[in-house]
């Protein structure tokens, strides 16, 4: 009898721990990564995440007769954000953000690798890096930049206001 008691609990412990791993998330599953263009070049960098955000300007909605600024100034102002989170740091990434002072065109993709959540793509112009941080651990490190866009498209669709 205890013998079929040890048993069956080495099985029911069994078939408990397969259960827990298999609720554990596939970290492999989403493929995302940037892309930037410098001349020619394409310079590619894994993501662990990113977020974007746009906020209308202050004369948003302002009446004609007074400073409304055109699609022009909206692109020399940079009003659109986004926050990548890398892996690590990409130092091609890195440089090519510094060495285009101007801006730099480029976009960020999102796939499922399992091809159940639909693909994504981010596409900008006119991006400037406007901060950094990287960590240094001993265990693996990770990388955040803010960049800043005179120009954002998601999915197809403009935006602009």
């Known amino acids: 009898m205890r013998m079929i008691r040890n048993l069956l609990l080495l099985v029911l412990c069994s078939l408990y721990g397969n259960l827990t791993f298999a609720q554990q998330p596939d970290e492999n ?8 263009k410098q001349g020619k ?10 977020a974007i955000s746009f906020s209308r300007p202050p004369t948003y ?10 699609n022009a100034d909206s692109v020399k102002e940079r009003m659109y954000y986004m926050a990548v989170y890398l892996d690590r740091q990409s130092v091609g990434l890195m440089r090519a953000f510094l060495k ?38 001993l ?17 197809g669709i403009k935006i602009a206001y």
């Open 61 to 70: 909605g302002a009446k004609p007769d007074s400073t409304v600024k055109s």
């Open 100 to 137: 285009n002072k101007d801006g730099i065109d480029g976009y960020l993709t999102m796939e499922d690798t399992y091809g159940k959540i639909p693909s994504r793509k981010i596409e900008f112009k006119s991006a400037i890096l406007d901060a950094l941080s990287d960590q240094l651990a």
């Open 29 to 36: 599953r989403m493929k995302i990564q940037i892309i930037v």
């Open 41 to 50: 070049e394409e310079i590619k960098a894994k993501l662990s995440s990113a």
């Open 139 to 155: 265990e693996p490190t990770n990388a955040y930049m803010t960049i800043k866009c005179g120009e954002m498209i998601i999915d």
